[in-house]
């Protein structure tokens, strides 16, 4: 296949030239002349699983022949050539077996992290030693490292480096899949060295980036009929920048350093590698645009000195469009735009970039035109229906069950896919509604057996989510993981059952296979974690989760394509979109390294941050060549500016300061292409026409269907906010509470209510010496019973605990004025003549020796001021109208001596009730409202309930709002926040 030559055998590939074409072409030209039977015996090793297809599919379009072994370089790891060496561990076993070196060290030492981060360690510690044994460096290079400054986090991750030492130990016996690639072509290299193959052997697509992987292409190259094939090599780069690019910190980042770096190790000039084939770049002007921009640092002054000679830059940057958009949103939205165009031409197109959350925004922008694409990353595997559905029945598991993840359980679609999915949707939604209003907030199983015994057409459902929960509660809490494993498998496959067992949904499609298969292997190698806490287990299943991907490659558009930095490498489209071009997504940020900083990592010869940053740059170097360039970026992002990448940077820097060659004009050319797009797709986002805001609302509901009756704390909202009664009691709207209560101001009131009726009812004597001690012991009791945080419990305790004294007095004054008779006392009465029920319940009413009544009122919050009682808040008023009729059956008709709100706070001051009785203090300062009389306030109540059954009268939307503040129960109903209360209302029949 090849002509015998002095040197290694190394080519390139041009920059924008389709990678799989141009290798394919080279292949069957180089064996035009030979026996067809020949090309299969040429043996072609590729980077990526991606490009090995791609070749395979170029090949078999050129007709029917014999094609030549496609092999993956990783794949040397499992090459059975090397039988004699022992087989890689896996690596989750590997992980495995580190997490428990590491969880024993966080026993020993829990100050060096957190439990939370064991297997985000293992991991690091996994990485860290794949990547030693990749490029040869050995551990006691590491731990040997001369840190002057013997700080005490060197100190810490020394201890944990020094756990991988059994690891290294047993390397020969035991290899991991790195080290046992190492040992295969150190093999194949002494064995080549003897005896060569007699076939040709090619590396296509690889940059040499790891230690390994060079090693192997060196031999490669020098074999009789071996070659390698380096992609986009920049041929338009003078050498003389070839030979500058010596000092590895000052080039690393360099996209072009890798190649420099293999030629050198190959003792080759850059003269001396030819091209692969007879193929040239697409465009040879903007290739050396790109080239003169991404020049080193040292040398960037060759911009004044060549840039010159480039010519008129206008034409060279005819197909590259600049779009930067205001925000992420619109970034995506145009490119998705872009690409809808882009298959109404029938054209390829490409987006590449790192940005996953970038392609998720594109995703979703398309799917309004019915277009998903060809993903190459495929979806995280904790991410597809089946991974949520495992995690979120974990979340049953790992803390004890709520509301929100029973039904979070329940809802997903994967839940009872082996029963009538009808029926099980019906009853979840009637199960949220109880769970909102009712609670309780933890179910168990008892409480779902209990409710299931109040309706017999649903009790097999019932019964079924009580088999769940109960479940849910009985695994271990510590042991080996393949317990905690079964135990959790076997609770998501009963909630994906459903109640009559059958065939579920969970392991079929794609995604539900990836899921087995990872299940499986975490089987397999469960024993190397030796014992788990339900806690690390949750972190550890989620860590491994996060890890898998499913892939369809079935399902994308063949037009639209998503393709990483790696897989771009070696693909080309029509159109080439590069996303996310901020400095901080490509280049990304370097992954902080927790053990080695970058000159330790130069010191013990591991590989430097600014490697990453290299190979980034060469992505972006080829994907620019491409035939038509989109790049995108967003102006902003979470409120802040963003930094163009760097790369682009140096564009833009180039073009401006080449004002000769129409540098600027050809950028602003860029620029305003990039504009045009971007006003399309904020057009196409917009919404067609302007809304009408909506106008104060006052519906006028007929006579008949007003509220017939009202409760007493509702009279305050039919003053303030009539619209609030419309909704509640014409609408039958109810405000649905969290599926997961809340420690808030109503929770508490209603417990310290709870607490005094029950030491007022007991008839406790406040001056008794343990009334304190009984008083908090209600109290302990009550917040044990009503309230389910711990935290919360002792918050309020305290509070109570503080305004205890301070009850106790006042309540000897209270005493000394009345006996308390009636608690909680209900109350209601039909006013004559209207059809009209008032009812409520009052806190409390004391009897004095003369028969009247006091009206007390428990308050946690602040109560309503003598002002805002003498015009709204007017419960106590009305209730003492209501005593004084008789409408407390218990208690019968009583004048009221006295009513006052208490607020529960110590050294608060009870605020009166302004109403004229027997009890009332004297009036003596000027500012002081007048008392008003009971039988007045009743015979105007009567009159307000009257004036509500004229049909005219509209129930106006905050009429007489205490703030302006919006947060009503109904306020977005009523649609506040279009109109304001200025506005007059607008009054509607309604019907």
């Known amino acids: 296949?090849?002509?015998?030559?002095?040197?290694?055998?190394?080519?390139?590939?041009?920059?924008?030239?389709?990678?799989?074409?141009?290798?394919?072409?080279?292949?069957?030209?180089?064996?035009?002349?030979?026996?067809?039977?020949?090309?299969?015996?040429?043996e072609i090793y590729l980077n990526t699983q991606r490009m090995k297809r791609r070749v395979a599919e170029v090949f078999m379009k050129?007709?029917?022949?014999?094609?030549?072994?496609?092999?993956?370089?990783?794949?040397?790891?499992?090459?059975?050539?090397?039988?004699?060496?022992?087989?890689?561990?896996?690596?989750?076993?590997?992980?495995?077996?580190?997490?428990?070196?590491?969880?024993?060290l966080l026993d020993k030492e829990p100050y060096l992290a957190p439990r939370s981060a064991l297997f985000d360690l293992s991991n690091s510690l996994a990485n860290l030693m794949d990547e030693m044994h990749g490029e040869g460096v050995p551990l006691q290079s590491v731990l040997d490292l001369d840190v002057s400054d013997r700080s005490g986090h060197w100190e810490n991750a020394q201890k944990f480096i020094g756990i991988v030492q059994p690891f290294f130990d047993s390397a020969l016996a035991a290899p991991d899949k790195e080290s046992r690639q190492r040992m295969v072509i150190e093999q194949l290299v002494a064995s080549w060295a003897e005896t060569a193959p007699d076939h040709p052997i090619i590396v296509a697509g690889s940059t040499g980036s790891r230690g390994a992987t060079s090693l192997f292409m060196e031999a490669v190259a020098r074999?009789?009929?071996?070659?390698?094939?380096?992609?986009?090599?920049?041929?338009?780069?003078?050498?003389?920048?070839?030979?500058?690019?010596?000092?590895?910190?000052?080039?690393?980042d360099h996209p072009q350093y890798r190649f420099k770096l293999f030629l050198d190790k190959m003792g080759m000039d850059v003269s001396q590698m030819t091209k692969w084939g007879d193929e040239t770049s697409v465009d040879t002007l903007r290739n050396q645009v790109i080239s003169l921009s991404l020049r080193p640092a040292p040398v960037t002054d060759q911009w004044l000195t060549d840039g010159p000679s480039l010519g008129d830059l206008t034409h060279a940057m005819d197909n590259v469009t600049l779009v930067e958009a205001p925000t992420p949103r619109t970034e995506a939205e145009t490119i998705a735009l872009r690409l809808r165009q882009a298959v109404s031409d029938g054209v390829t197109a490409a987006l590449i970039t790192p940005?996953?959350?970038?392609?998720?925004?594109?995703?979703?922008?398309?799917?309004?035109?019915?277009?998903?694409?060809?993903?190459?990353?495929?979806?995280?595997?904790?991410?597809?229906?089946?991974?949520?559905?495992?995690?979120?029945?974990?979340?049953?598991?790992?803390?004890?069950?709520?509301?929100?993840?029973?039904?979070?359980?329940?809802?997903?679609?994967?839940?009872?896919?082996?029963?009538?999915?009808?029926?099980?949707?019906?009853?979840?939604?009637?199960?949220?509604?109880?769970?909102?209003?009712?609670?309780?907030?933890?179910?168990?199983?008892?409480?779902?057996?209990?409710?299931?015994?109040?309706?017999?057409?649903?009790?097999?459902?019932?019964?079924?989510?009580?088999?769940?929960?109960?479940?849910?509660?009985?695994?271990?809490?510590?042991?080996a993981l393949i317990d905690h494993l079964n135990h959790h498998i076997a609770l998501t496959e009963l909630a994906a059952a459903g109640p009559t067992s059958g065939e579920s949904e969970l392991w079929k499609e794609a995604a539900g296979r990836e899921a087995t298969k990872t299940i499986a292997e975490l089987r397999t190698h469960a024993d190397a974690a030796g014992e788990l806490s339900l806690h690390d287990y949750a972190s550890m299943v989620s860590s491994i989760l996060s890890a898998g991907v499913v892939r369809n490659p079935d399902n994308g558009h063949p037009n639209v394509l998503f393709w990483g930095t790696l897989e771009a490498r070696v693909q080309s489209a029509d159109l080439v979109i590069l996303g996310g071009m901020n400095d901080g997504v490509w280049p990304e940020t370097p992954t902080p390294d927790p053990w080695l900083n970058r000159d330790m990592r130069a010191k013990a010869g591991l590989l430097l941050p600014e490697r990453r940053i290299g190979l980034s740059a060469h992505d972006y170097q080829q994907a620019v060549s491409a035939k038509e360039v989109w790049i995108t970026r967003a102006v902003r992002s979470e409120e802040a500016e963003t930094v163009p990448s760097r790369w682009i940077n140096?564009?833009?820097?180039?073009?401006?300061?080449?004002p000769d060659q129409n540098g600027q004009i050809a950028l602003e050319a860029m620029k305003q292409r990039g504009s045009e797009w971007v006003e399309k797709a904020i057009a196409l986002a917009a919404p067609h026409g302007r809304g009408t805001p909506a106008k104060r609302p006052s519906p006028r509901p007929p006579v008949s269907a007003r509220p017939k009756d009202l409760s007493i704390t509702q009279i305050a909202t039919l003053i303030r906010d009539p619209y609030a009664i419309y909704a509640r009691k014409v609408l039958d709207l109810q405000p649905l509470d969290p599926l997961v209560p809340t420690a808030d101001a109503p929770l508490k009131g209603t417990i310290i209510h709870a607490v005094l009726e029950q030491f007022i009812g007991e008839k406790n004597d406040p001056t008794?010496?343990?009334?304190?001690?009984?008083?908090?012991?209600?109290?302990?009791?009550?917040?044990?019973?009503?309230?389910?945080?711990?935290?919360?419990?002792?918050?309020?305790?305290?509070?109570?605990?503080?305004?205890?004294?301070?009850?106790l007095q006042t309540e000897i004054e209270r005493q000394k004025r009345g006996t308390p008779t009636y608690i909680e006392a209900w109350g209601e009465m039909m006013i004559p003549g209207l059809e009209f029920k008032i009812k409520g319940k009052a806190d409390r009413i004391d009897e004095t020796d003369n028969g009247e009544v006091i009206l007390y009122d428990y308050k946690t919050g602040t109560p309503p001021n003598e002002k805002m009682q003498y015009y709204f808040d007017k419960q106590l008023i009305i209730e003492a109208a209501m005593v004084a009729r008789g409408a407390f059956a218990a208690i019968g008709p009583k004048p009221a001596h006295d009513a006052e709100f208490i607020q529960i706070k110590a050294g608060a001051k009870p605020v009166r009730a302004p109403i004229a009785t027997s009890g009332a203090p004297d009036k003596k300062r000027k500012d002081q409202l007048p008392d008003l009389s009971v039988d007045d306030e009743w015979d105007n109540f009567v009159?307000?309930?009257?004036?509500?059954?004229?049909?005219?009268?509209?129930?106006?939307?905050?009429?007489?709002?205490?703030?302006?503040a919006y947060g009503g129960d109904y306020d977005h109903l009523s649609r506040y926040g279009e109109w304001d209360l200025s506005q007059d209302p607008e009054p509607e029949d309604v019907t």
Request: hydrophobic share 40%; with cysteine.
């Open 1 to 42: 296949m090849f002509d015998p030559i002095d040197t290694p055998r190394v080519f390139g590939q041009p920059l924008g030239v389709d990678a799989a074409q141009s290798l394919v072409d080279g292949v069957l030209t180089r064996m035009s002349n030979q026996s067809p039977t020949e090309l299969a015996r040429v």
């Open 768 to 807: 008794a010496p343990d009334a304190r001690d009984r008083l908090m012991q209600i109290a302990v009791e009550k917040l044990d019973t009503m309230c389910p945080w711990v935290v919360t419990r002792r918050l309020w305790l305290s509070a109570l605990e503080k305004a205890a004294d301070w009850f």
């Open 943 to 964: 009159k307000l309930i009257r004036a509500w059954g004229n049909p005219k009268r509209g129930y106006t939307a905050m009429m007489a709002a205490q703030t302006a």
């Open 62 to 104: 050129r007709g029917a022949m014999l094609l030549p072994r496609l092999r993956l370089v990783t794949d040397l790891a499992s090459d059975p050539i090397s039988a004699k060496l022992p087989q890689p561990v896996a690596p989750l076993r590997r992980r495995l077996e580190l997490s428990q070196f590491v969880s024993a």
């Open 355 to 479: 940005d996953r959350m970038l392609t998720r925004q594109v995703s979703a922008a398309l799917d309004k035109w019915n277009i998903v694409a060809d993903d190459s990353a495929g979806q995280p595997l904790h991410l597809s229906p089946p991974g949520r559905f495992i995690r979120l029945c974990g979340s049953l598991i790992f803390d004890r069950p709520t509301g929100e993840t029973l039904l979070s359980v329940l809802k997903h679609p994967l839940a009872a896919t082996g029963s009538d999915r009808g029926p099980h949707l019906r009853w979840t939604r009637e199960l949220e509604l109880h769970i909102r209003r009712f609670g309780p907030p933890y179910p168990t199983g008892e409480t779902m057996r209990d409710l299931s015994t109040k309706d017999d057409d649903h009790r097999e459902w019932a019964d079924w989510v009580a088999q769940i929960l109960d479940l849910a509660l009985s695994g271990p809490k510590h042991g």
């Open 223 to 252: 074999l009789p009929q071996g070659a390698v094939i380096l992609p986009g090599v920049d041929f338009d780069m003078s050498p003389d920048i070839w030979d500058a690019m010596t000092d590895r910190r000052k080039f690393e």
């Open 650 to 658: 140096r564009l833009t820097n180039l073009l401006n300061g080449l």
